[in-house]
Structure formats: structure tokens, C-alpha cells
């Protein structure tokens, strides 16, 4: 038997490889009492909230092969972004391939200029080709300023745009992860499915049997051939993959550094009206205030509000309430930073409720824990931090765990 440890994404895909191979002697044994791991989404019965900002790119390779596009029922955001500066000031940033039409409609526009609309361009039209990108090299900052985009381009639409994606607001992440993502982007609109992003994950475990899964059970130790459930209880296995995020995975062996991550704070806000006509995500361009970006969510999928409110998330990254004494004082701070990147209407929005995650993505990526040869890894940072990653190193480690149990049985027999 193989046991996956976590059922966030990686675990599910995991089985799910696991299946394709014909192999279905495996067992999930997860803490929580639900599947998911850091993708979830609740409802107070008028709205969806997935916790924490998130998106969905169906142009990654690993979505197409284990889940159903039309069964997720997307709901896309426009190729651009909304630039927002000091209410009424506003830029539209459109992709000109995508919207062709719309960006010649901005042509006129004095931000962003024509060197930086000619940069991005480029940028656009370039075939970044990483199929698998390194944690190390120059950072996408030196890289665009190598590039010659204008720091206030930068300022504007690159540092929150990509802070928003990987949690990163001093674009110190590598130049060849900003290049892989930036390649998706191209390929894809990204979109919110229908159920939430929880749909992801309900639809990427809808065919494993319900048998195969051991929820609300902790892992207590992960040996060479056997795991330990808190309580004392082990069960045996070929293999085991440890498909939870960095830091749990490094409390099973102990003797290890903490990982660092990143965080992002989401709140949610009803809103009479959608402050901008167009799907499109709003960037906060100042470079001051704690919003980060703002999201038009029941614009975009209409499912996310069943009433006549609209859904609005308003996010930043890692920086959140705990710098505050005083809960309320951190929601007013940030209903004047709407105000002023919105405008007056802001001041009506209607606070609903908001999310902390701390551990949303690891900060270094492409490494391992160190543990005994039966024993895998799954996670966003051993591929990369994105769903994509995570799913391939769920693929992955089934292939590896398959590679030594098949062997092994065939001794057996």
C-alpha cells in the first residue's frame, strides 16, 4: 500500500496519478476533517468567500489533464489590469492581443508611455520556454530594470500586479519563475470556477472513492515503510508520500530549519454598485496604503453573490491585522485607502469578513526534506509555488513511489 499524507492538492493529484496508473492500493490520511488543505471556500448563504485570494489559469498543463474546464464553469477576468492612482485617476492596461480593439482605444493615453507599452510587448511576444523554473539568478526587479521599464511602470502595474501572484511585493522572486508564470498568462485569462475554488478541489477528488480517505486523523511520525497516527495506531505501507506543506513536512523529521512563506490578508466587502464597468483586476498604483489589489469577484463570476449585492475582495500582502492593537482601527485604515484608490462609494462598502493565511506560499522552492528512500514529497515548493506546482509534485511523487513499490511487489509475487 502507499499512503499519502495531506489531502490538499498535491495529495489528491497524487491519488489521482496513482489511479491512472491502475494502481489503487493507496490510503489518504488527512488531519482535517475536510480535503483541500489551503484551498477553501465558505459561504454565508448570499456570498462565496475563498480564503484568501485566488484564481484559477486553465492554461496549466496539469488543470487540463485532471480536471474538467467546462465542468468548473470559469468565470474570466479581462487580459489587463485597471490602474488605480489617486481617486478619479485611473490607467486601463489591456493585453493587445487579447483586447485589440480596447487597447487601441488607450493609445492616446499619456501612462504608461510608449517605451514601457513597447517593453511590455515585447515582453508579451517573447516565448519564455521554462519548463521547470530555478529559485535562484537575478530577481524580476533587476530583470525589468535591466529591461528598461520606468520605475513608475514598475511601481504602477509590475510590483502589485505580480505582488498579487506571488505574494512577493519587492519582486524579489527569480526572474525564470516570473518568466514561467508570465507564460500563462499569455496562453490564458484566469478565472474563478462556479463553486469557488473549492470546486477545484472537489472536482479534482470526485473520482477517488470515498474508502481511500482517512480524514480528521494527524500524523504523528513518518517512518521508513510506516506511519504513525497521534494515538499510537501505525499503518503500514510500501511507500509514503508526504504531500503537506513545507513547514509540516519538516516537523515530521525534526532537525530541520523552518521554512519561510509568504502570507496575504484578504477582506470581503458588499457593495451596492461595481465601482469599475470591466472584469478587470484593480491595481493600487500609489505605492502606498495596505491594499494591494482589489477584485471585482461577482463581475467576474456572478455566482459569488446570489443577491443583488455585489462581491468585492480587497487584499495585502503580509501585512494584516496583527500590526494592529485594535481590529477596528485596521479596518478603518483600510476603508481609507478605498476611498481613495475608489473614491467616496468606497465609504459604503459593506465589511463582511476577512482571512489571514499565513503560510499561503513558500518563499524558496525546488528542495526537499530529507528522509528515508521510501518516502516522497509533494508540495508547491518542491515544483514551484502555484497550482501548478503543487499538482505536479503530486504527479511526480506517485511516479517516484510507483517506480520502488511495483519492483518490490513483483518480488513478492
Request: net charge neutral.
Amino acid at each position: 500500500m502507499i499512503i499519502i499524507v495531506g489531502a490538499g492538492v498535491a495529495g489528491l493529484t497524487a491519488a489521482r496519478a496513482l489511479s491512472a496508473a491502475g494502481y489503487e492500493d493507496y490510503l489518504i490520511v488527512e488531519r482535517a476533517r475536510r480535503i483541500g488543505g489551503r484551498v477553501a471556500t465558505e459561504t454565508d448563504g448570499e456570498f462565496l468567500f475563498d480564503v484568501g485570494f485566488a484564481v484559477l489559469n486553465p492554461a496549466y498543463p496539469m488543470v487540463q489533464r485532471y480536471l474538467s474546464i467546462e465542468a468548473l464553469g470559469l468565470g474570466y477576468f479581462q487580459s489587463g489590469a485597471l490602474l488605480l492612482h489617486e481617486s478619479p485617476q485611473r490607467a486601463l492596461l489591456v493585453d493587445p492581443i487579447a483586447h485589440p480593439l480596447v487597447a487601441l482605444q488607450t493609445l492616446a493615453k499619456p501612462f504608461p508611455g510608449w517605451g514601457d507599452r513597447m517593453r511590455t510587448l515585447r515582453l508579451r511576444l517573447t516565448d519564455g520556454g521554462l519548463k521547470k523554473p530555478r529559485d535562484d539568478g537575478p530577481s524580476t526587479l533587476e530583470t525589468l530594470q535591466k529591461s528598461g521599464f520606468s520605475e513608475s511602470y514598475i511601481k504602477a502595474f509590475f510590483r502589485p500586479f505580480f505582488s498579487g501572484v506571488f505574494l512577493d511585493d519587492e519582486l524579489s522572486i527569480s526572474e525564470e519563475l516570473f518568466r514561467y508564470q508570465f507564460d500563462f498568462f499569455k496562453k490564458s485569462r484566469v478565472g474563478l470556477p462556479r463553486a469557488g475554488m473549492q470546486g477545484v478541489v472537489e472536482l479534482l477528488a470526485d473520482p477517488i472513492p470515498k474508502e481511500k480517505f482517512m480524514l480528521g486523523c494527524t500524523v504523528s511520525s513518518v517512518h521508513s515503510r510506516k506511519v504513525t497516527l497521534e494515538g499510537g495506531r501505525t499503518l503500514d505501507a510500501a511507500a509514503v508520500i508526504v504531500a503537506v506543506d513545507e513547514g509540516s513536512s519538516v516537523a515530521l523529521f525534526g532537525n530541520q530549519r523552518a521554512p519561510e512563506t509568504r502570507s496575504i490578508v484578504t477582506l470581503y466587502y458588499a457593495s451596492e454598485e461595481c465601482p469599475w464597468p470591466n472584469r478587470l483586476l484593480g491595481l493600487n498604483s500609489t505605492g502606498c496604503g495596505w491594499v494591494n489589489h482589489i477584485a471585482p469577484l461577482s463581475k467576474v463570476q456572478p455566482s459569488y453573490a446570489t443577491g443583488k449585492r455585489h462581491l468585492m475582495s480587497v487584499s495585502g500582502i503580509g501585512r494584516g491585522p496583527v500590526s494592529y492593537s485594535d481590529l477596528s482601527a485596521w479596518k478603518s485604515d483600510v476603508q481609507a485607502d478605498l476611498v481613495r484608490l475608489v473614491g467616496s462609494e468606497a465609504s459604503a462598502w459593506t465589511y463582511l469578513r476577512h482571512y489571514v493565511v499565513d503560510k499561503a506560499l513558500p518563499k524558496k522552492f525546488g528542495r526537499k526534506p530529507s528522509g528515508p528512500d521510501e518516502i516522497f514529497f509533494a508540495g508547491d515548493y518542491v515544483e514551484n509555488p502555484s497550482l501548478q506546482g503543487a499538482m505536479q509534485s503530486g504527479e511526480f511523487a506517485a511516479e517516484e513511489a510507483l517506480s520502488r513499490v511495483l519492483p518490490l511487489k513483483r518480488v513478492l509475487q
